[in-house]
Nanobody, 124 residues
Framework: QVHLVESGGGLVQAGGSLRLSCAAS????????MGWFRRTPEKERKLLST????????YYADSVKGRFTISRDNAKNTVDLQMNSLKPEDTAVYYC?????????????????WGQGTQVTVSS
């Protein structure tokens, strides 16, 4: 059974940092592209960042480029999202997800597995 479990969310002041982690099990983690998304009550789930199976290729949405860094450890089956210079508008539920093909990783439909999400709240 596939599990993706996010952790590391919480409350932080604007300008602060958080590191989210996603632990994966039940599938061949090293064969999948991993992505981080977020969703607010007003907006649909939005792609923030992706990392291919080897970690050599990454993608960042403009809204987080230069502030967030994605990384993965295939030995530990984890993918992290380091978030710096956080802003109140970064407040959302953050999800990790797994996509079989990097070429489809910019689309929600490309993802097969999803975590339950972790809340990040940035106070002003």
């Amino acid at each position: 059974q596939v599990h993706l479990v996010e952790s590391g969310g919480g409350l932080v002041q604007a300008g602060g940092s958080l590191r989210l982690s996603c632990a994966a099990s039940g599938y061949t983690f090293s064969s999948y592209t991993m992505g981080w998304f977020r969703r607010t009550p007003e907006k649909e789930r939005k792609l923030l960042s992706t990392i291919n199976w080897s970690g050599e290729t990454t993608y960042y949405a403009d809204s987080v480029k230069g502030r967030f860094t994605i990384s993965r450890d295939n030995a530990k089956n984890t993918v992290d999202l380091q978030m710096n210079s956080l802003k109140p508008e970064d407040t959302a539920v953050y999800y990790c997800a797994a996509a079989r093909y990097y070429s489809r990783s910019t689309s929600l439909d490309g993802y097969e597995y999803w975590g339950q999400g972790t809340q990040v709240t940035v106070s002003s």
